[in-house]
């Protein structure tokens, strides 16, 4: 049996977009009513998460429902909730080729080119964040964007066109990108938050004067399936060497048949330098199954349509009734909450060469930050210009100070029970350390060091404390799976190593569980290994050869990383009421583990340790004080967290105090300001 811990990641963005053209009048037809853009799709997927062949579908606008939510007072039609929709899509990995349109959509709602204060009103700024995917980290970097958004007459049909200049760096320096973007159709969505279809338009990019360098996409709808298309070809310098970078695709996509195929980059780097090779993912489906050939060479994979998994990746809260900030601003029922409780803004600045960068001030639970393009911090003591002001305001300007790591949080413990994890399995990370010497019949740990300025040594701890050893027996927490998040490294001094002039010899331990098919296995213990400088991890040397030790020699072990542990509440037969969770896989996308539970091995938590466990929003300590093998050896309790911000920072400061300390670092001292 396997089961798959699903880790949802919650992403708060906050924008910013100002209407341009000098004038704040609203758009309108001839006969009065309000103009509005026409709707892209902002969720990409190959295959619908839909097998009908088109579900209740529904006009996307600004004017769209969320039907499929129920709320018990009723909500102006205007109100954010009302005008808010849900999105639904199948997430693929081995065809996320096709998000780079999806990044392109995101991005182009992100300036509200459909708002009717924004059509035919000429040209405004956008801060614009982008979002790209970096070695499976999602890194999102600010660009200002001109949008021009306008609604014209094509051969008889209306069209709303979408131009865009956006300044950014390139291998040669700054450039400018123009975007032309003409919108024919909206897309049409589906009741329960699917795309019927992405609607019918043309996307073309240019990234230099020429237009030799191109992103280039189009949507069409033919005989009820979409038809999107994908052309793109870019040119990078590595090492004095141009590069090339092209990107096609086609997708054939209704709720019950489909297909395509996608030609992407391959990159491959070594220390002289890069080449670009190609790969071609290919993928079809029906109403039942899908066929996926990711084009590393592995074959097709077949999966079921009706075997999914549901995950929120992005949520919004709503006020149900109207009423009042703090500030006395009206609130009205169905605001989205960033309306009175966002907090940030963009600036901008001029580095040290001279160039106009780009920069934004937030707030996330307790962590103030300027986020510069997602890499770069800005100096300390440079001049930064708020950009989110009117175009007859004065902006405000403000002086970066040196930073300050980690966040102020006030920490409320609480009374739990261990009842209220059991069965949750949750991520803990390793870091011991160990010393063990043989004593004739078996292992004698130290936990904590060996001090050598005594004959024979003594173990202490880290203050100098003697320690007793104990007979060590958790052997199962020396054995490393293929896919496990730990790693275990084993070794000793040997004098005879290197032709009798000493050296650090490395061990693995093998026992019945994992010594399948190595040559030279004869009985649980350490053998000889070698690391593999790949992965680096250690692995048996060929054959494997078993340490039969001296009394008084001694081997290191130092274990890190991080395992998944569960409470089960199992007490009986030798069990301590914890289980070590096998990791069968580990998508680094999603970041989701998944378990064979045929595997669980027993797990002893150590003595006097905090265990922080996170379920469900709530953060558990627990912490093992007593060795009777039951419940009643553990305390439990809930932490509750309020992080500091401006209007509350003053009552962080414990009573009758004026500063905060630094436990690690008793002069240094903070005060609030």
Known sequence: MKRVLAIAIIAVLGLSACSGGGSSSISSSSNGSIITGKAIPTEISAIPSNNSATGAPKTLGLTSRLRNLAMAVSLADNSDYVKTSTRKYVQEHALEQFSIIETIMKAVAQTHYADANNINAGPYKAMIAWEDNKGGVDVKTLEPWVVDSTMITVSGQEVNRVQVWIEEAGDSGLRIVKVNFDIYTSATQNDDGTYADYGEWDLVAKFNSTGSEFFVASSRIVNGQTVLNINSHQIHMDQ????????????????????????????????????????????????????????????????????KTDMTQRYALFYASAGTDANGKAIAAGDNLTKHKSFGFPVRYVDSNGVPQHAYYGAWQGRHSLWANGSSSVPTGTTVTREDHAPNQTAETYTVSAPISGTLTKRTLMEADLSEIQNIPFETFVNKFMNMTWDGSSWKMCDGF??????????????????????????????????????????????????????????????????????????AGFYTASRNMSTGRLAPTTPAVLYTPNIGEMINVNIGGSIYIQYTGDFSGGNTGWVSKKLESFDQQTWTPTFDDSGDTVFTPDMGREYYIHSNGANFVVNRIGQGGDATDYEVLIELQSAANPSTAATFLPAGTSYLANPWNKVVHYTLD
């Open 240 to 307: 004095g060497q141009q590069l090339s970078e092209d990107l096609k695709a086609v997708m054939y996509r209704s709720g019950t048949t489909g297909y395509g195929e996608v030609e992407y980059p391959n990159w491959s780097c070594d220390m002289n330098g890069c080449t670009i090779g190609s790969l071609n993912a290919m993928y079809a489906y029906n109403a039942d199954y899908v066929a996926v050939d990711d084009g590393s060479g592995s074959g097709a994979v077949y999966k079921d349509r009706n075997a």
């Open 450 to 523: 060996m001090d050598w300025s005594t004959n024979p040594p003594n173990c202490r701890d880290m203050n100098g404390n003697p320690l007793t050893t104990n007979a060590f027996t958790n052997f199962n927490s020396l054995i490393v799976q293929d896919n496990d998040r730990k790693n275990v490294n084993i070794n000793r001094w040997d004098q005879t190593a290197n032709g009798g002039m000493g050296g650090s010899m490395d061990y693995i331990y093998l026992n019945s569980t994992n010594f399948t098919g190595i040559t030279g296995y004869s009985l």
